[in-house]
């Protein structure tokens, strides 16, 4: 007799069967075709399905001293509502991430008040000293400067030091210090640049939030085996029209054509990673000219509706919010296997629903798609076999954990 099983349809990294997941002591102990039994059951209805916990690798959680536009405590359970069990928490908080001491700041931040799992960055701007005994989870690196201003001034030698996986934001800052509205040749030639130092030190580098097809291009035909990349759904669903329509919907880097967002969705197969970027902002601050979008609690839901428009399948979803974030940041211990962690996401593919800002989690209640009608919802986040949201609703107390990432720490 297990402590608990989930019995309906599970989509893995293996694909689709209908069976049941056993879990005891927060880790998977069987996966079977039959009805294994357990203590607790949950029974999934016609429609839903249970997938491995969802990954997020590029979050804002704010925290520190902006404690007002999110905590890690709202940004976690932001996390859970959305069905998302990991997050990477961006180092260019306020203070900065930049050494040892501020990263076990930020570590006892996240302890017993984060919801979900996380994953803890460094920001590396010519600290390579520091970046070197920090034994953080990931690096970040800027070549322009975004939110908090700072950025690399040598991105070779940075990205060379550091001592695990480097998410870098690739915008030229001489393009950005020229032309503020940050057109399409500043990602293009950053992103140009950083592939070829990817080349040249044979390192392994994750480009966030792609948005143009001429970057995305340069991706694809450099065949980099060890180069990730990230686009966004306000850039798959969004345009610089809307953004011309609604000046909230400022994001670095911004929206653009519906070329390049046609573009985006035709290659949609070759995009390994999809992360929402969740960027909190105060409205006083949005309408001030901040750039960010808070997402952790539409993304999936996005996608799902995807899913039941035909652009996508929910396979898409677990290889890219779930298996490729795993190999590209080696994570450990995830995935719907015999003695993993029992993180899950429940979603039901029928669930209509409406966008409603002002029931998030998040302290940021604004959405570029307030109002809207999605089908598809995620219904039950677990994470280490407990329940940590069903139906929107927050159960019990924060149980996020550090994840672990191997061989990525210094």
């Given at each position: 007799m297990h402590d608990l099983v989930i019995v309906g349809n599970i989509v893995s990294e293996n694909g689709k069967i209908h069976g049941s997941i056993a879990i005891d002591d927060g880790k998977i102990t069987g996966i079977s075709i039959g009805t294994l039994r357990g203590e607790e059951t949950i029974n999934?209805?016609?429609?839903?399905?249970?997938?491995?916990?969802?990954?997020?690798?590029?979050?804002?959680?704010?925290?520190?001293?902006?404690?007002?536009?999110?905590?890690?405590?709202?940004?976690?359970?932001?996390?859970?509502?959305?069905g998302i069990t990991t997050v990477f928490d961006m180092p260019n908080t306020k203070p900065p991430i930049i050494d040892a001491a501020t990263l076990r700041r930020r570590e006892k931040a996240f302890m017993g008040k984060a919801y979900s799992n996380y994953a803890l960055g460094f920001l590396l701007a010519g600290n390579c000293v520091e970046a070197k005994g920090a034994n953080a989870d990931f690096?970040?690196?800027?070549?322009?400067?975004?939110?908090?201003?700072?950025?690399?001034?040598?991105?070779?030698?940075?990205?060379?030091?550091?001592?695990?996986?480097?998410?870098?934001?690739?915008?030229?800052?001489?393009?950005?210090?020229?032309?503020?509205?940050?057109?399409?040749?500043?990602?293009?030639?950053?992103?140009?640049?950083?592939l070829n130092a990817a080349e040249k030190f044979g390192k392994p580098l994750n480009i966030c939030h792609v948005s143009t097809a001429a970057g995305m291009t340069e991706i694809l035909r450099a065949e980099?085996?060890?180069?990730?990349?990230?686009?966004?759904?306000?850039?798959?669903?969004?345009?610089?029209?809307?953004?011309?329509?609604?000046?909230?919907?400022?994001?670095?880097?911004?929206?653009?054509?519906?070329?390049?967002?046609?573009?985006?969705?035709?290659?949609?197969?070759?995009?390994?990673?999809?992360?929402?970027?969740?960027a909190p902002h105060t409205l006083e601050d949005k309408e001030g000219g901040a750039a960010g979008i808070p997402g952790?609690?539409?993304?999936?839901?996005?996608?799902?509706?995807?899913?039941?428009?035909?652009?996508?399948?929910?396979?898409?979803?677990?290889?890219?919010?779930?298996?490729?974030?795993?190999?590209?940041?080696?994570?450990?211990?995830?995935g719907i296997h015999k003695g993993m962690d029992a993180d899950l996401t429940v979603v039901d593919l029928k669930r209509e629903w409406r966008v409603r800002p002002e029931e998030f989690y998040s302290e940021s209640k604004w959405s570029p798609w307030e109002g809207k009608k999605l089908k598809g919802k995620v219904i039950m986040t677990v994470i280490r076999g407990n329940v940590v949201m069903e139906e929107d609703e927050i159960i019990g107390k924060p149980q996020g954990a550090r994840i672990d990432v191997g061989d990525n720490r210094a």
């Open positions: 999934l209805g016609r429609g839903q399905a249970v997938l491995p916990g969802l990954i997020d690798v590029h979050t804002h959680l704010r925290d520190f001293t902006e404690k007002s536009k999110e905590s890690v405590r709202t940004g976690t359970m932001a996390a859970v509502h959305g690096y970040k690196i800027f070549m322009g400067a975004s939110t908090g201003g700072m950025f690399s001034e040598d991105f070779e030698g940075d990205y060379s030091c550091a001592p695990g996986v480097v998410s870098v934001h690739a915008e030229d800052q001489a393009i950005i210090a020229e032309r503020p509205e940050r057109p399409p040749e500043a990602e293009v030639l950053a992103i140009k640049r950083a980099l085996p060890q180069v990730s990349f990230e686009v966004t759904p306000h850039h798959l669903f969004l345009t610089r029209g809307d953004y011309e329509r609604n000046p909230l919907l400022k994001v670095y880097p911004p929206l653009r054509t519906e070329s390049d967002r046609a573009f985006l969705w035709k290659n949609f197969s070759r995009i390994p990673l999809i992360a929402s970027d969740h952790l609690e539409t993304e999936v839901a996005l996608l799902l509706d995807a899913t039941n428009r035909g652009l996508l399948g929910i396979e898409d979803i677990v290889e890219k919010m779930h298996t490729n974030p795993v190999r590209a940041f080696g994570i450990r211990g995830k």
